[in-house]
């Protein structure tokens, strides 16, 4: 039986790429931080042994990578948001080469999703984005999702890792983490059909920015049949780019 070692297991991706891959034959590991609330954990009745531990604690992942041995690495665990650079890089680049490092021990197949951020603001006439856009990340979060891309490619080119590096956009679908555009206009829209608000308005914020989104279920099916593949190659998971993707993966 093969196995696959997900970290940020708990998270919105990680739960739903876990009970995806529930439905193969895959003996399937966890590792994330010590839970601290949540609402939605079910998924990990899935998870054969879970883990927890940071991914900045490289002894810890050590440990794990030697006990689990996964053929499949995928790497969710990672810092979002509006944090200081110094923080982002501890964990999704030295706490990313942590990993690397230890997958490549055993020779895992190993994904890395990237992120629209590392992008930045890209020019109408540029439109659509593809994998040959140049990246010019606008944010720290973004400039950190480079780092890992490129650490990402330096454990291919010099190591000969088997890394596939995935750059998902805007993902939602059920139980999207409730701050989060999608699901804060499903919320509002229910409560006006509950009636638990007078207004019937919907609130939200910029609405002539231009963004692509991607079914979460869509996105984990992407990463199973992406780490699968014979031949590395980097690519965009966005809605303009997903036939690309099907043609590739029919070669």
């Known amino acids: 039986m093969k196995k696959a070692l997900i970290t940020g297991v708990c998270g919105f991706t990680g739960g739903h790429l876990t009970e995806y891959l529930s439905k193969s034959d895959i003996e399937i590991f966890g590792l994330d931080l010590p839970l601290d609330g949540g609402s939605y954990f079910d998924h990990l009745k899935y998870v054969g042994k879970m883990y927890h531990a940071d991914i900045r604690d490289r002894n810890a992942i050590f440990k794990i990578i030697k006990a689990t041995k996964p053929h499949y690495v995928f ?56 994998e040959t856009t140049p990246l010019y990340p606008i944010n720290n979060y973004g400039i950190s999702k480079v780092a890992q891309t490129l650490l990402g490619f330096q454990y291919f080119y010099r190591y000969q890792c088997k890394i596939h590096i995935a750059r998902p956009f805007n993902i939602f679908g059920p139980r999207e983490p409730e701050n989060l555009v999608c699901s804060t206009i499903a919320q509002q829209i229910a409560k006006n059909e509950q009636k638990q608000v007078e207004s019937g308005v919907i609130h939200v914020g910029n609405i002539e920015s231009k963004r692509d989104f991607i079914d979460v279920r869509d996105v984990v099916e992407a990463y199973w049949l992406i780490i699968n593949l014979r031949t590395q190659f980097q690519y965009v998971k966005s809605s303009p780019c997903f036939k690309n993707y099907q043609n590739a993966h029919s070669r």
């Open 75 to 130: 790497h969710l665990a990672g810092l979002i948001g509006d944090n200081n650079l110094e923080s982002l890089f501890e964990t999704n680049v030295f706490g990313t080469q942590n990993v690397l490092e230890a997958a490549r021990t055993i020779d895992a197949k190993i994904l890395i999703p990237g992120s629209a951020a590392e992008y930045g603001a890209v020019p109408e006439d540029k439109l659509p984005i593809s």
